[in-house]
Nanobody
Framework: QERLEESGGGLVQAGGSLRLSCTAS????????MGWYRQAPGKQRELVAI???????DYAASVKGRFTISRDNAKNTVYLQMNSLKPEDTAVYYC????????????????WGQGTQVTVSS
């Protein structure tokens, strides 16, 4: 079964930077997209950034210009470079992969990592 493993979370002061990594293993299907979501206490999980295998990347408005998503396809790894961090970025960050059932354009399903905590102190 597919597995996503995140790393790189931690505690950082406001204005600082962190880089999250997520490596997918046991992948046997084509990847439609990989991305990052986050969930703060008492809030719903929200999209942070997503990188499509078609070559496009989308960001939440709140992180645009501060966060950058990138992928190493050979390693099935997605990164999230987070700069100019703010206390409101504090959340558990989850890696997500969308996998095609039967190849590009077919229905897809999602796989989630277990999450990594990011805490930004003021």
């Amino acid at each position: 079964q597919e597995r996503l493993e995140e790393s790189g979370g931690g505690l950082v002061q406001a204005g600082g930077s962190l880089r999250l990594s997520c490596t997918a293993s046991r992948i046997t299907r084509s990847i439609k997209a990989m991305g990052w979501y986050r969930q703060a206490p008492g809030k719903q999980r929200e999209l942070v950034a997503i990188d499509s295998s078609a070559g496009s990347a989308d960001y939440a408005a709140s992180v645009k210009g501060r966060f950058t998503i990138s992928r190493d396809n050979a390693k099935n790894t997605v990164y999230l470079q987070m700069n100019s961090l703010k206390p409101e970025d504090t959340a558990v960050y989850y890696c997500n992969a969308e996998l095609y059932l039967r190849g590009a354009g077919s229905p897809y399903y999602t796989v989630w990592g277990q999450g990594t905590q990011v805490t930004v102190s003021s």
